[in-house]
């Protein structure tokens, strides 16, 4: 009566920022056969500032609130927090408590762990960063990163605040601006932006810089695939995704 379960390898859930035009399609390009993705998005976009404490209870209820939307009749493996808006602003056991609340029984793949355990899976000490924006934003994805075990040697910014802006930013400049922030002493090139469409060209980057490349939706992806026992190799999209 019934065929074989579909995603019969794993369930993964992504919450996305409200405005991101770009994560979803990202994922669903490596979703392996057998894998079933869903993705939410997280519906309150006054977070896009620094938090201050007030606003600390609501970002964590909200997180909360939303994965509950992934799979709410459960069999969720692993649910993992895409978001733009507090992605360097809080701390991976918060952020994994407000995602275990919503997404009960389900691993849990929060930025620092997944930003952690790339950076080790291509040997990263000293890194250069390219994002998409400026001034205390900067300086929190720059403490995030030491966080997580890696030496920021600079970092630099186009200080777009519009993410459907910095979604249209062309290949070809999401290139060459990456491999301007390059050093010599650099082990790798982060590009720091879940709105940029930079995961489908961290091949051709790697090419020219000789080291490796990684942005933020290929960690993130490739940590809930890992999460989820999912060890399949990617080609064309980074060193990281070749990795076990």
Not at 56 to 76: H, I, K, Y
Request: aromatic share 8%; net charge negative.
């Amino acid at each position: 009566m019934f065929e074989q379960d579909p995603y019969f390898r794993a369930r993964i859930g992504f919450i996305l920022s409200a405005t991101d035009q770009t994560f979803q399609s990202d994922a669903l390009a490596l979703q392996p056969e057998g894998v079933g993705l869903y993705f939410t998005r997280l519906a309150e976009t006054s977070f896009d500032g620094l938090l201050d404490s007030a606003d600390f209870e609501q970002a964590m209820a909200s997180v909360s609130d939303v994965a509950r939307t992934l799979l709410p009749a459960g069999g969720l493996d692993v649910a993992s927090y895409a978001g733009e808006e507090l992605i360097n602003q809080i701390t991976a056991p918060y952020l994994n408590k407000a995602l275990q609340l919503g997404a009960q029984g389900s691993l849990v793949s929060s930025c620092y762990a997944a930003t952690r355990r790339a950076l080790r899976a291509v040997d990263a000490k000293r890194i250069v960063i390219a994002t998409g924006k400026t001034g205390p934003r900067n300086q929190a994805t720059v403490d995030m990163f030491n966080a997580c075990g890696a030496e920021v040697l600079s970092i630099q910014g186009l200080n777009l605040k519009n993410q459907a802006d910095l979604g249209r930013l062309s290949h070809a400049y999401i290139r060459d601006f990456s491999l301007s922030v390059d050093r010599a002493d650099a082990d790798a090139i982060i590009i720091s932006s879940h709105a940029m469409r930079a995961m489908e060209i961290v091949d051709q980057i790697e090419q020219i810089a000789a080291k490796p490349v990684l942005c933020s939706n290929q960690i993130t992806i490739w940590d809930a695939f890992r999460c989820a026992g999912i060890s399949d190799k990617f080609q064309g999209y980074g060193s990281l995704l070749r990795c076990h």
